[in-house]
C-alpha cells in the first residue's frame, strides 16, 4: 500500500481531491502546482506531511528539479500521479498555434518528462506506481476536442508501452481514463478556440458551447470518488492496466473500440492483400 505520493496540478480538481484525502488518512504528500498558495490551507493543517513544489509541468528543467528536490524531502516516493492537464476546445482550423503547441506541451511532453524524472528515483528504490491521467478522450474522438484527444490517445499509447518496459524494475503503471467530472476542468485552465464564422453551428463549434455552458453539476463523474479509486488503484497488490472512472467513460469507450473493432474486420482481407509475397503473417516479428 502506498504511503507517499508525488501528484502533479492539485490546485484543484482530481489532484487536490486525492492530496486532501491522502493527508486525511496519514499519507505524506509532494503535491506541485502552478500557484502553491492554493494549498495554504492545507499547508496550515499538516505542514509535517505535505511538502509543496511550485511546478509549471512545460517547463522540462523545473519537472527534474522539482521531482529531485520531492525525493530529497521524503526519501522515497511510493507512488506517482502525473494529472495535471486541461483541454483545449475548438476547431483545430481556429486554434491559435501557440494555443496548440501549449496543449501539446502540457499534456503529452509534460506528462512524460514528468514520468522521465521519476523513473531514476522509483528503480534507485526497487519499484514503485506511477498513474498517468489519461481521458475517456484517449479512445473516444470528439471534433471539438482534436487536441485534446490528441494528447489523451498519445498518453494512452505512451503509458501501456511504458508499463510493459518497468514492469522488470518491479514499477507498476495505471493509465487513468476518467469520463466527464464537476471538477474546474471547463474553467480554470481550460482554453478555447477563437471562434471563425465559417464553423458556426458546426460540431465542433456546439461542442465548444455546451462545454462552456456546463454548469458544475452537469458531468455524471463525482471528483472525490474518482479520486479515491485513484488511490485505490495505487493502493492495490497488481496495478490495474487502466482504471476507467464513469458511467459515460465505458459508454464511449466501449462505443469507440466496437467501431475500431469492427473497421478491423470489414479490412481484414484487404490488409493482408498488402503483404509482400511471402510474407509470414500475424503478428510482426519484433512485437
Ligand atoms: N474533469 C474531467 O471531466 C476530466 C475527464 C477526463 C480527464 N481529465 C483529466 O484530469 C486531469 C485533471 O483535471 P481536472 O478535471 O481535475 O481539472 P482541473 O480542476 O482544471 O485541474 C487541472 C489541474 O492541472 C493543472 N495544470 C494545467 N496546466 C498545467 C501546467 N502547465 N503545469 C502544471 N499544472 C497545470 C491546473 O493548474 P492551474 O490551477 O494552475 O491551472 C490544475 O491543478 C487532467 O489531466 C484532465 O485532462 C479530466
New binding site residues.
Given amino acids: 500500500m502506498a504511503s507517499t505520493w508525488l501528484i ?10 486525492m492530496t486532501e484525502q491522502l493527508l486525511a488518512r496519514g499519507d505524506r504528500v509532494a503535491a ?4 502553491p498558495s ?1 494549498l495554504d490551507d492545507l499547508r496550515a493543517q499538516h505542514a509535517d506531511r505535505l511538502w509543496v513544489g511550485r ?5 522540462t528543467a523545473a519537472v527534474r528539479a522539482t521531482v529531485d528536490a520531492a525525493w530529497a524531502a521524503f526519501g522515497r516516493i511510493d507512488a506517482v500521479v ?6 483545449l476546445f475548438g476547431a483545430v482550423e481556429e486554434m491559435t498555434d501557440e494555443q496548440i503547441e ?1 496543449q501539446l ?3 503529452v511532453l ?2 512524460i518528462q514528468m514520468v522521465r524524472a521519476a523513473l531514476p528515483h522509483l528503480r534507485a528504490q526497487g519499484g514503485g506506481r506511477i498513474l498517468q ?6 479512445h473516444h474522438a470528439f471534433p471539438g476536442l482534436a487536441l ?1 484527444n490528441a ?2 490517445f498519445a498518453m494512452v499509447g505512451f503509458t501501456e508501452a511504458l508499463r510493459a518496459e518497468v514492469a522488470p524494475f518491479g514499477i507498476g503503471v495505471t493509465v ?15 482554453a478555447y478556440a477563437p471562434a471563425m464564422e465559417a464553423y458556426a453551428g458546426t460540431p465542433a463549434d456546439a461542442l465548444r458551447e455546451q462545454v462552456r455552458a456546463l454548469d458544475g453539476t452537469t ?1 455524471p ?1 463525482d ?1 472525490a470518488r ?1 479520486a479515491a479509486a485513484m488511490i485505490a488503484a495505487a493502493d492495490a497488490p497488481e496495478a490495474p492496466v487502466r482504471l476507467i ?2 458511467s459515460d ?1 465505458t459508454v464511449m469507450i466501449e462505443r469507440a473500440l466496437r467501431e475500431r473493432l469492427a473497421h478491423v474486420e470489414e479490412q481484414r482481407e484487404s490488409a493482408a492483400a498488402t503483404d509482400a509475397d511471402g510474407a509470414r503473417g500475424g503478428e510482426p516479428s519484433w512485437a
Fill in positions: 502533479t496540478g492539485t490546485s484543484s480538481g482530481f489532484g487536490r481531491h506541485t502546482l502552478r500557484r492554493r511546478l509549471d509541468v512545460t517547463d502525473s494529472n495535471a492537464g486541461y483541454g501549449r506541451d502540457t499534456n509534460g506528462s491521467v489519461a481521458s475517456l478522450g484517449g485534446y494528447t489523451k487513468v481514463e476518467p469520463g466527464s467530472a464537476r471538477t474546474a476542468f471547463a474553467e480554470g485552465s481550460a458531468s463523474g471528483p474518482m472512472l464513469g467513460a
